[in-house]
């Protein structure tokens, strides 16, 4: 079981739009529709943003948006705003009830 | 609203077991199809997913920490628990409990977080 790979950092400017990418295997990613997206800021706890791929729970923005091909799942923020700017992981089911972790991406609003 | 609270010492000493407990509130640890789970995030890196006890009492573990790790739950006390053995300095971390109720293999509700040094 490896970490997903997500890039160490991401940035945009105010109203512009940021993709950050979630590749994993045909084990993980590539076989279940169970693709989450947090958000944390400095010493805070997860926030959960997108579940299921591409699901919203309430609360969060319609700015934020998921979407998966093969075995890569991606995270878009549009309209970004200055409160964006955190840490992002994603995560994905793995199979016989085990969750794996990428790394995160740094997503900087300039 | 369920609310998740971690508690335990914050140093431990190489070899020894870390050993925390998250305390549940707004809703019992046996709520039929709901997992907990333990996470860490050692100082400047990314999350880790150690486990998951689900409603039943049955854990499944990180494969990497699973020779090292056991999650059990006291319903009586509504709290479930971290035991880490053989712990070493590379085990340092902010530890978060969290529980997956609303969609599968997603987190909804998390503690505030527990720093644990391993450190002599």
């Known amino acids: 079981q490896s970490a997903l790979t997500q890039p160490p950092s991401a940035s945009g400017s105010p109203g512009q739009s940021v993709t950050i990418s979630c590749t994993g295997t045909s084990s993980d990613v590539g076989s279940y529709n169970y693709v989450s997206w947090y958000q944390q800021h400095p010493g805070k706890a997860p926030k959960v943003m997108i579940h299921?791929?591409?699901k919203r729970p309430s609360g969060v923005p319609d700015r934020f948006s998921g979407s998966k091909s093969g075995n890569t799942a991606s995270l878009t923020v549009s309209g970004l705003q200055a409160e964006d700017e955190a840490d992002y992981y994603c995560s994905s089911y793995a199979g016989s009830n085990t969750l794996v972790f990428g790394g995160g991406t740094k997503l900087t609003v300039l | 609203q369920l609310q998740l609270q971690e508690s335990g010492p914050g140093l431990v000493k190489p070899s020894e077991t870390l050993s925390l407990t998250c305390t549940v509130s707004g809703g019992p640890i046996s709520s039929s199809g709901y997992y907990w789970g333990w996470f860490r995030q050692p100082p400047g890196k990314g999350l880790e997913w150690i486990g998951s006890?689900?409603?039943?009492?049955?854990?499944f573990y990180n494969p990497s920490l699973k020779s090292r790790v056991t999650i059990s739950g006291d319903t009586s006390k509504n709290q479930f628990s971290l035991n880490l053995r053989s712990v070493t300095v590379a085990d340092t971390a902010v530890f978060y409990c969290?529980?997956?109720?609303?969609?599968?293999?997603?987190?909804?509700?998390w503690g505030q977080g527990s720093l644990v040094t391993v450190s002599s």
């Open positions: 299921e791929v591409s």
């Open positions: 969290a529980t997956q109720t609303i969609a599968p293999a997603t987190f909804h509700y």
């Open positions: 006890m689900y409603y039943n009492g049955i854990s």
